[in-house]
């Protein structure tokens, strides 16, 4: 697909992008194909506990959660219902029942491999409470990622910059031409935050650099895709 950008002002003027009967090029897809896609409702190999687990209670389950007062009763998906938590309340419990306590608990997905895949995304869905309770702001839920089999592990969740601990991650977008590099979109709109948040990082998550650049305020941010032709293009869904 060849495309080009075409703007009119009030008083006449015309811009155009690229310039000189230029044009840009994008692929486009006719399928997609899923390596993974989990819902937990059967055995799928991700697997609970890691050297240095220390907690209890609040281990990590797979089963469905009954919701107390801190948790939400229903998981994400629309048929079925288990999911991985950590700890299972009783309806209508207190706050801090079964909670994580004492230490960490760690839940690893199986590894998933991305070589030849083209245009790869990673995306996952979490609800996470960490203001509720008689210790509120007192756990922290740390996400990483491992390209060495889980040899070494880079945290990917801590490190963006301004930002809560239960903002939702939209898309996770990949690079089509740089290793190490992926985009982040976030969605804080629970928080009445409608403004836009993307995010790139060049080391696999270890940092991450605000490009939300002069986005207007209000329009939100739910994907982000690079060109899959020029890397000094990037579209983003508001």
């Not at 009763?73 to 207190?94: K, M, N, Y």
Request: proline share 8%; glycine share 12%.
């Amino acid at each position: 697909m060849s495309y080009y950008f075409s703007a009119d002002s009030s008083t006449g003027l015309t811009w155009i992008d690229p310039p000189n009967g230029e044009s840009y090029s994008a692929s486009v897809a006719l399928s997609v194909t899923s390596i993974a896609s989990e819902d937990f409702e059967t055995s799928s190999g991700w697997s609970v506990g890691a050297p240095g687990d220390d907690a209890s209670p609040g281990i990590w389950i797979q089963a469905n959660p009954l919701g107390p007062a801190a948790q939400p009763e229903d998981d994400h998906t629309v048929a079925g219902a288990l999911c991985f938590f950590t700890g299972q309340g009783s309806p209508g419990g207190s706050t801090g029942e079964n909670d994580v306590d004492g230490g960490k608990t760690t839940l690893t997905t199986p590894s998933y491999n991305l070589v030849g895949l083209s245009d790869p995304r990673i995306s996952y869905w979490r609800w996470y409470s960490n203001s509720a309770g008689p210790s509120p702001e007192a756990d922290i839920f740390l996400v990483d990622i491992s390209s060495n089999g889980g040899a070494t592990w880079t945290n990917v969740g801590e490190n963006l910059p301004g930002v809560n601990n239960e903002v939702w991650v939209n898309r996770i977008e990949p690079s089509h031409h740089a290793a190490c590099t992926a985009y982040v979109v976030l969605d804080n709109h629970r928080f009445d935050d409608m403004d836009p948040h993307v995010y790139v990082t060049r080391d696999m998550g270890a940092t991450f650099t605000d490009v939300t650049g002069n986005l207007p305020g209000g329009i939100g941010s739910y994907v982000v895709v690079e060109d899959p032709v020029n890397p000094n293009l990037l579209f983003l869904g508001t």
